[in-house]
């Protein structure tokens, strides 16, 4: 739900998914194999390809989940970059003090 919202907040509309042919051809799969996988109508992915019509966010979201990815990746074509965790580095002290 966090993703579904940092996409409507990114975006004004619908948006349009131009990594979505690169990223179902890096896995090898047919349109007709990815929307079988991701439960929607081959003719939806390949309008989404060719940037026919922006996506519906419950297209999004089916579509990501089968290709295993961010519905960010869909629309930016790269992965997020992760949220840094974890402790702050140690500044090194001045030995003279």
Known sequence: MQQL???EGSLNGMPKLPALATLRQSRFWTQEQ???????ARSTIAEL???ERPARFTTMKKLADALGCDMLELVH????KPARRGRRPK????PAT
């Open 49 to 51: 390809e060719l940037q």
């Open 5 to 7: 919202r940092a996409v």
């Open 77 to 80: 074509g790269q992965p997020p």
């Open 34 to 40: 990815l929307a079988k996988k991701a439960q929607v």
């Open 91 to 94: 500044v090194a002290s001045d």
